[in-house]
């Protein structure tokens, strides 16, 4: 296999609340030898928020990340699962769409870009599963992880609309019954714990102004988690990272549901970090509010 | 080809908790989903009960759930279930806490909902018209399809805030609300974008989980209105200053300042005083790290370049 080599969007919560998915995602890259250029020129892809108030501004500033994907020749991935929607939302819309697309190069031209749409956009998850293979990384697995009932959180970007992710990634993940996370557990040898808020909404984008729902949201999926045996969650989205992570507590009060025992979140980079022989440290494990016992 | 059933049977008159009949059945591929309801009745259980009406896609009446999916029993067809369940398939109501009996659901507070945004078109029409109160071509694309929702509830009963907010309007009233709202004949624009801008029951609520759209029948895109609501409510002057808008409002002022989003400010500049809540929270990220001082605030390279774009291409102002 030739060396994979990607631009990698690390999105705006990777280099701020959770430095620990850029360090974990880096580290794990390494051991797998996957080359990871960082787009150290890309802005936030509007989290979905941007767009509710300015939406030509939004797929401006996303095709212009995009343009230095393409200016490396490379394929963006992306680790977040709100940066992968709306990136790969504005160069579908680009793509079939010529009037719109000129009308968004237009504004970029004004700083020397253009954008031509000739790096697909994936996030990390997919990249691993259809180019490196699950099969390639049960290879690299040191410490497998058969201790561990681990609960997939897919989160909602990585698998609604699923037009749009059937239209990027090769796996046609079913949004009702979704088994990438599942599968890649399962090539890290651990168990993966089925359950039926596994593809359910943490409700993160309406932390700010409707937190009960959000903490509802949250905690049902912890609760339901922790009632089907989970020792640990994982997720490929650090936004539902943070609420489930961050507001573990606050949302199981809302819920008026005890937790028998803390229940901790991991990113998706570092439960493979763990079985490839990672450090915590090289992982980031310290950075986590719901303490990780290693 | 063969399936094995699990249907949901509960009747609100004299069951306390609702129970699953298993039934195995041979179908033919060809068959949607309303065939096999109608072979439970006809050759299982005459006293199964559910709605249908056109068996053509337009009536919205046979709504159920299979595996979790929301679907038009008269549309979907059991090949396409087969082929993305397996064989053994789950017939549920679409909401099982607003169940009468079996597959029918009281619709009561969807119907309410759907009224507040006053689903007819409100225009000064002469008592005695001499012709139609036409809409040009141009203008009726900009309605995106969204005439042709039949409120069947599918996207509605799919959505996890309808679940923990009663007052939460609601995927198919905002899809509705914008059929009139991107109407050029409709006189109650602002009103409409009124009513879907109030927090708790209007469109900020959402949480952007695209349920609505999976589950939608027809592809209407129903998050697609709810993301055009807000574009328009603060188009038309509608957006209050409060937390909601500000949050959107706060996207753009960060990333024109530093590319990448100030997470902390941008709480901050969203929530005013209210900030003061997420102190304790704060505290716990600040202890591991998670929380960037404002002099360390990292910046994307290139920024005047971002500067440049958000200034030449902003098109809405606050």
């Known amino acids: 296999m030739s060396k994979l080599r990607y631009a990698l969007y690390t999105g705006c919560t990777a280099r701020e609340s959770t430095p620990e998915l850029l360090k974990s995602t880096l580290a794990v890259a390494k051991k797998l030898d996957i080359e990871l250029v960082l787009l150290d020129e890309a802005s936030c892809c509007g989290a979905s928020h941007l767009q509710d108030f300015d939406d030509f501004l939004s797929l401006v500033l996303n095709a212009r990340n995009i343009c230095y994907a393409e200016k490396h020749g490379l394929d963006m991935v992306t680790i977040c699962n709100t940066c992968q929607l709306n990136t790969s939302m504005t160069k579908l819309r680009l793509d079939e769409n010529p009037e719109l697309k000129a009308k968004v190069n237009e504004k970029l031209e004004e700083v020397g870009l253009v954008y031509q749409g000739t790096s697909n956009v994936r996030h990390f998850l997919y990249a691993l599963i259809e180019d490196y293979g699950l099969n390639n990384l049960r290879k690299k697995v040191v410490k497998p992880l058969s201790e561990l009932n681990i609960a997939p959180f897919y989160g909602c970007h990585n698998i609604r609309p699923s037009e749009l992710h059937h239209h990027f990634n090769r796996s046609k993940e079913n949004p009702y019954n979704p088994t990438s996370l599942d599968e890649l557990i399962e090539a890290l040898e651990g168990n993966s714990v089925d359950y039926e808020h596994k593809n359910k909404c943490c409700g993160f984008h309406v932390d700010l102004q409707a937190p009960k729902t959000s903490n509802m949201l949250t905690g049902t999926a912890i609760a339901d988690a922790l009632d089907n045996n989970a020792d640990v969650m994982v997720t490929p989205c650090p936004l539902c990272h943070l609420n489930l992570d961050v507001k573990q507590k ?42 990780v016992p290693v | 080809m063969k399936v094995t059933l699990k249907v949901f049977r509960f009747n609100a008159e004299t069951d306390y908790l609702p129970h699953y009949d298993t039934i195995e059945m041979s179908i033919d591929p060809r068959d949607v989903v309303l065939d096999v309801l109608n072979r ?37 067809r059991m090949v396409d279930m087969i082929e993305l369940f397996g064989n053994e398939l789950t017939i549920e109501p679409v909401s099982k806490k607003r169940v009468i009996k079996d597959m029918v659901v009281d619709k009561a507070d969807f119907w309410k909902k759907y009224e507040t945004v006053k689903p007819w078109l409100e225009a000064k029409i002469d008592e005695h018209p001499t012709m139609e109160n036409i809409i040009p071509p141009e203008e009726a694309e900009k309605l ?132 003061l809540k997420h102190v304790p929270e704060a505290l716990e990220m600040f202890k591991k790290g998670k929380i960037v001082m404002p002099w360390n605030m990292p910046k994307s390279k290139n920024l005047d370049e971002i500067k440049k774009l958000v200034k030449i291409s902003s098109t809405v102002k606050f």
Request: overall charge negative.
């Open chain 2, 144 to 275: 995106e399809e969204s005439d042709y929702c039949i409120q069947c509830g599918c996207c509605y009963y799919a959505c996890p805030v309808v679940e923990v907010n009663e007052e939460y309007l609601g995927p198919a009233a905002f899809e509705k609300a914008y059929r009139f709202t991107a109407d050029v004949r409709d006189y109650a624009k602002k009103e409409r974008l009124e009513i879907v801008d109030i927090l708790g029951q209007g469109v900020w609520d959402c949480v952007k989980c695209y349920e609505c759209a999976q589950a939608c029948p027809k592809h209407i895109d129903p998050i697609g209105k709810i993301t055009k609501l807000h574009n328009q409510i603060f188009e038309e002057g509608v957006a209050k200053s409060n937390v909601a808008t500000r949050h959107a409002v706060g996207f753009k002022k960060s990333i024109e300042k530093h590319g990448i989003l100030d997470e902390g400010h941008l709480v901050a500049y969203s929530e005013g005083i209210g900030v």
């Open chain 1, 250 to 291: 606050a949302a199981m009060k809302t819920l008026g549901r005890d937790l028998p025992y803390p229940m901790p979140v991991l990113h998706l980079p570092q439960l493979i970090g763990l079985a490839l022989g990672c450090t915590p440290e090289e992982l980031g494990l310290k950075h986590h509010v719901t303490e």
């Open chain 2, 40 to 76: 439970i009745k006809w050759e299982h259980d005459g006293s199964f009960t559910y709605r249908r009406s056109c068996r053509h896609g337009i009536c919205g009446s046979c709504a159920v759930k299979v595996n979790g999916r929301s679907t038009l029993a008269c549309k979907e």
